[in-house]
């Protein structure tokens, strides 16, 4: 199953609304998970079961989205935000991710 | 703390063999499916193999198919990846990862190494 991201890259400013989304090549139900990865840093889960977020992450991220097309919002970006993000699916082996989505400061 | 500590890597010839090790510390590893994810210096993040609670069930990236071994010690708290003929594309941080919810062979990873380095070069 291949994971498309889109945008690979985009530039946002603080406080702006933020959308990337992330189409499987066939049907995965809600098996989608959200990660961030800033440099030299493990990648963090941010959301499971394609719209759950992680305990700790802020509220400000939100996942939605089921079948084969998914987004991950933030609604109001902040200066912390600014990282790579990927999607995977874990609905059948092999597993995979997306190829990233970097958000980088305008 | 709960924590997942990777070890093993190194610069290695290619067609050599590594042997990675992950040391869990903080839960009980016994419980939870467990995989390894890999980088490339630079690139994405790619999916290697991962294995069930009772080394059931097993998965392969078609990129490491019959090269890679994953298994696992549940008694000593570790998983391994056993990794044979390397090639120069294997080389990446490798990184171990906990699946978040008991007795799945997958789901999301909610708890990841900080990664072991494995360079594959003559």
């Known amino acids: 199953i291949q994971l498309t991201q889109s945008p690979s890259s985009l530039s946002a400013s603080v406080g702006d609304r933020v959308t990337i989304t992330c189409r499987a090549s066939q049907g995965i139900s809600s098996y989608l998970a959200w990660y961030q990865q800033k440099p030299g840093k493990a990648p963090k889960l941010l959301i499971y079961a394609a719209s759950t977020l992680q305990s700790g992450v802020p509220s400000r991220f939100s996942g939605s989205g089921s079948g084969t097309e998914f987004t991950l919002t933030i609604s109001s970006l902040q200066p912390e935000d600014f990282a790579t993000y990927y999607c995977?699916?874990?609905?059948?082996?092999?597993?995979?991710f997306g190829g990233g989505t970097k958000v980088e400061i305008k | 703390e709960v924590q997942l500590v990777e070890s093993g890597g190194g610069l290695v010839q290619p067609g050599r063999s590594l042997r990675l090790s992950c040391a869990a510390s903080?839960?009980?590893?016994?419980?939870?499916?467990m995989h390894w994810v890999r980088q490339a210096p630079g690139k994405g993040l790619e999916w290697v193999s991962g294995i069930n609670d009772n080394s059931g069930a097993v998965g392969y990236a078609d990129s490491v198919k019959g090269r890679f071994t994953i298994s696992r010690d549940n008694a000593k708290n570790s998983l391994y990846l056993q990794m044979n003929s390397l090639r120069t594309e294997d080389t990446a941080l490798y990184y171990c990862?906990?699946?978040?919810?008991?007795?799945?062979?997958?789901?999301?990873?909610?708890?990841w190494g900080q990664g072991t380095m494995v360079t594959v070069s003559s």
């Open positions: 903080g839960f009980t590893l016994k419980n939870y499916g």
């Open positions: 995977q699916q874990v609905i059948a082996y092999p597993l995979t």
């Open positions: 990862t906990k699946v978040y919810q008991a007795q799945l062979p997958f789901d999301a990873f909610d708890l």
